[in-house]
């Protein structure tokens, strides 16, 4: 008799623990989780709803993303003859000019490749009449390493046209030297003057 009645009592000591437990530890986490949702709803509702502009700061528009398609440019294209390095020695440099056609359907035509020297001065022009390239064409205007007449602050201004509107083209120089034990090459991208086409007489002299 005595032995049920203990094992009735551990019963209900469990039951009681039990229930002490769900109270202490599962109702308020319960009570918890609907504060934390309610509060996030409450705080959903005091934003303001905003309709999506097309005019958003955040979001720019196609014809003003660097590959907008485009119908001709002028380019400026930074080169170096040679650098300074040292004690402000000039250290002689090969620069290339490379022009790629990055439209897969249409040809352009490079129409001026003029260089300039560090105080603006033309020195000359590289392109005797206007130069047509395929989709996905390139060419190439090599300024030797002997030739110092350009100097730290030479330049490109490179034309070009299409008879529609492509991508634009990738127009870069290349700096090259590689007589040391340890070679020297950096790239200088283009930089756009102006877009547009060429109204007739307006094409620069030199490239014709």
């Not at 319960?30 to 959903?44: C, G, K, P, T």
């Not at 002028?74 to 040679?82: D, E, K, N, Q, T």
């Not at 490109?156 to 090459?185: C, R, Y």
Request: hydrophobic share 40%; net charge negative.
């Amino acid at each position: 008799m005595s032995n049920r009645i203990t094992e009735e009592q551990a019963e209900k000591i469990s039951r009681q623990i039990k229930l002490l437990i769900f109270l202490l530890v599962v109702v308020p986490i319960l009570l918890i989780v609907i504060f934390v949702e309610f509060r996030l709803r409450s705080m959903a509702n005091k934003i303001p709803y905003q309709t999506p502009s097309l005019r958003d700061e955040a979001r720019m528009e196609v014809d003003t993303l660097p590959w907008h398609a485009v119908q001709g440019q002028r380019l400026y294209v930074p080169a170096y003859s040679h650098v300074y390095h040292q004690k402000g020695e000039p250290y002689p440099l090969t620069v290339t000019l490379n022009i790629r056609n990055t439209d897969v359907d249409n040809e352009i035509a490079v129409t001026s490749v003029r260089y300039f020297d560090t105080a603006g001065k033309e020195l000359r022009s590289l392109l005797k009449k206007t130069l047509r390239l395929a989709p996905l064409a390139a060419t190439e205007f090599v300024i030797a390493r002997d030739d110092k007449a350009g100097g730290a602050g030479a330049s490109f201004i490179v034309e070009w046209q299409a008879g529609t509107k492509v991508t634009q083209p990738v127009v870069e120089t290349v700096m090259v030297d590689t007589t040391n034990t340890q070679g020297l090459s950096f790239i200088s991208p283009a930089v756009v003057l102006s877009e547009g086409v060429n109204e007739p007489g307006e094409a620069d002299s030199s490239a014709e």
